[in-house]
């Protein structure tokens, strides 16, 4: 019996190379997640690999030493009525055309991820969050993008979606507002723009009557898990995150990367 391996769409089609994703529970069988990864070899180049709550520094992974490169930590928040804006500061970005300033924003945003820590993945980590930011402004991946904007200039930006969420006990679907990108311009920071950008985001769950927001954020990210906890977010979990990259791929300029067999 293996552990199910959930196909990463979105992350295989940008780097080009089949990317999945397995989430284990604290007490995981390790000749379960030895085998599950033995089979999964041609198929998946990359394997990210979750534990919950605090996993050890390194994972010892069919001889490979993985490392840990995040640990993640996810809050929520229930949504009061009625939310007002109160700062003329704070707009919706409302252009099909995205600026050099919100692409200088993501790139920040990004500093702390899995992807710029793992030197695989690194070369590629800009090109990746300037991609991101591109389809959240084509509302691809974000429903809304807020910013606060003075003299002329983007300084901070927050991403936006709505999404399902099921509860695992109970089974019962609920609409949750999921914010992806958050960054504050590095040289205008302590001023409170982080927290007026998530008071955004209340007022555009409260006007779509969603109940609840999450937000997930590096552990090593204390400025935004203060932050968090100031506004009322509560932590969900944690999940230490490990990525493992399967033996046997190589790069053929014709056909791209395959798994030689």
């Excluded at 089974?171 to 409170?192: K, N, P």
């Excluded at 590096?218 to 400025?223: G, L, S, T, V, Y």
């Amino acid at each position: 019996m293996t552990y199910p391996i959930d196909h990463v769409r979105w992350d295989s089609h940008f780097f080009g190379f089949p990317i999945g994703k397995i989430e284990l529970p604290q007490d995981y069988d390790k000749v379960r997640l030895d085998t599950t990864l033995g089979e999964a070899h041609a198929r998946y180049r990359l394997l990210f690999v979750s534990i919950l709550g605090e996993g050890p520094g390194s994972l010892a992974l069919l001889g490979s030493q993985c490392p840990c490169y995040v640990r993640k930590l996810s809050f929520r928040k229930d949504i009061p009525k009625n939310v007002e804006l109160f700062d003329s500061h704070i707009q919706t970005y409302a252009s099909t055309f995205c600026s050099s300033a919100l692409e200088r924003l993501a790139v920040q945003s990004g500093t702390m991820t899995q992807f710029r820590q793992d030197p695989e993945l690194s070369p590629h980590f800009e090109r990746l969050f300037l991609t991101w930011i591109n389809f959240a402004v084509s509302k691809e991946l974000a429903d809304s993008i807020w910013t606060w904007h003075e003299h002329g200039q983007h300084l901070g930006l927050v991403t936006i979606r709505c999404a399902k969420r099921v509860e695992p006990e109970t089974g019962y679907i609920e609409r949750e507002a999921r914010i992806g990108m958050l960054a504050v311009d590095s040289q205008h920071r302590r001023r409170g723009i982080g927290t007026h950008l998530l008071k955004a985001c209340d007022f555009w769950c409260s006007s779509l009557d969603i109940p609840v927001s999450a937000i997930s954020t590096q552990k090593d990210n204390e400025p935004t898990i203060a932050l968090c906890q100031k506004l009322g977010f509560r932590q969900d979990r944690e999940t230490s995150v490990y990525h493992y990259w399967s033996p046997g791929w190589i790069y053929d300029t014709r056909r791209g990367w395959t798994h030689n067999k």
